[in-house]
């Protein structure tokens, strides 16, 4: 079992910047790739990008790209979701997730996730 917890959400005017952490606990953190997702209110739960388990390889939906960074520090258990330039339809509960075998883009892959943070960007 795998525990997730994120944090640093909040509201931010469009143009800036904010940086979710999600802390894993339970199980070898660096035993599993993470993802992360969010989910804005009436729509599916949507790929925002993710990372393997050394952290060697990132990538991104189009939307984010350029804009989003993600990283871990596997001593720390922790992956991060760094976020520049942020939209107005960015806003949403992001998730972080993770996956005991690659990683991928697809939510039902991932076997664990956290609670959720709320992202709001004002216009």
């Known amino acids: 079992q795998v525990q997730l917890v994120e944090s640093g959400g909040g509201l931010v005017q469009a143009g800036g910047s904010l940086r979710l952490s999600c802390v894993a606990s339970?199980?070898?953190?660096?035993?599993?790739?993470m993802g992360w997702f969010r989910q804005a209110p009436g729509k599916e739960r949507e790929f925002v990008g993710g990372?393997?388990?050394?952290?060697?390889?990132?990538y991104y939906t189009d939307s984010v790209k350029g804009r989003f960074t993600i990283s871990r520090d596997n001593a720390k258990n922790t992956v991060y979701l760094q976020m520049n330039s942020l939209k107005p339809e960015d806003t949403a509960v992001y998730y972080c997730?993770?996956?005991?075998?690659?990683?991928?883009?697809?939510?039902?892959?991932?076997?664990?996730w956290g609670q959720g943070t709320q992202v709001t960007v004002s216009s």
């Open positions: 990372i393997s388990r050394t952290g060697g390889s990132t």
């Open positions: 997730a993770a996956d005991r075998l690659g990683g991928s883009q697809y939510a039902g892959d991932y076997d664990y």
């Open positions: 339970g199980r070898t953190f660096s035993n599993y790739a």
